[in-house]
T-cell receptor
Framework: AQSVTQLGSHVSVSEGALVLLRCNYS??????LFWYVQYPNQGLQLLLK??????LVKGINGFEAEFKKSETSFHLTKPSAHMSDAAEYFC????????????FGAGTRLTVKP | KAGVTQTPRYLIKTRGQQVTLSCSPI?????VSWYQQTPGQGLQFLFE???????NKGNFPGRFSGRQFSNSRSEMNVSTLELGDSALYLC????????????FGPGTRLTVL
């Protein structure tokens, strides 16, 4: 079965600094990979998703992620952090081996310091 | 298109009671999944319904149940509530095809006293 590991439950960056949130996945077949963001007391909002094709995926709010099959990684980056980026971020994976079952990582809480 | 809606948004119950939460998916979406989110356990998959049938199930006791109606709306029920059931319950809908994005509702915050 597929699974996701997010390295670092908390990440703190200064405003304007690079944001890097790490995600590694495990899947026996080609995966579909997602990053979601959750603001306090809200549901999850899709940031970006990888299906097939181009390995660099651009999402909303200036975020992007690169699918690296050799490293089984799908790290999320943003060149310059903004205060409004402070939230919890979840990486998720699904694949054809289990219908529409989506597995989420434990989440990474991003803090942005002024 | 209207997003996923969940009702109620907030709920307070006491131990031993039962509760029913409702989820209306995005129009045209046939798959509805439910998740429990707590600070300690994170996001945990409860179950998924497609065409009124439970297709996937997570590792939760039988006190947690759900159903889906012909219009794809879904309900989940928790019987004999325990303190540990306090959580944010999230519903997500998708078209169904593997790899489809799941779109989440705002959640129902359940507090068990």
């Amino acid at each position: 079965a597929q699974s996701v590991t997010q390295l670092g439950s908390h990440v703190s960056v200064s405003e304007g600094a690079l944001v890097l949130l790490r995600c590694n996945y495990s899947s026996s077949v080609p995966p579909y990979l997602f990053w979601y963001v959750q603001y306090p007391n809200q549901g999850l909002q899709l940031l970006l998703k990888y299906t097939t094709g181009a390995t660099l995926v651009k999402g909303i709010n200036g975020f992007e992620a690169e699918f690296k099959k050799s490293e089984t990684s799908f790290h999320l980056t943003k060149p310059s952090a903004h205060m409004s980026d402070a939230a919890e971020y979840f990486c998720a994976v699904s694949d054809s081996s289990n219908n529409n079952d989506m597995r989420f990582g434990a989440g990474t809480r991003l803090t942005v310091k002024p | 298109k209207a997003g996923v809606t969940q009702t109620p948004r907030y709920l307070i119950k006491t131990r031993g009671q039962q509760v029913t939460l409702s989820c209306s998916p995005i129009s045209g979406h046939r798959s509805v999944s439910w998740y429990q989110q707590t600070p300690g356990q994170g996001l945990q998959f409860l179950f998924e319904y497609f065409s009124e049938t439970q297709r996937n199930k997570g590792n939760f006791p039988g006190r947690f149940s759900g159903r889906q109606f012909s219009n794809s709306r879904s309900e989940m029920n928790v019987s004999t509530l325990e303190l540990g059931d306090s959580a944010l319950y999230l519903c997500a809908s998708s078209l169904d095809r593997v790899g489809d994005t799941q779109y989440f509702g705002p959640g129902t915050r359940l507090t068990v006293l």
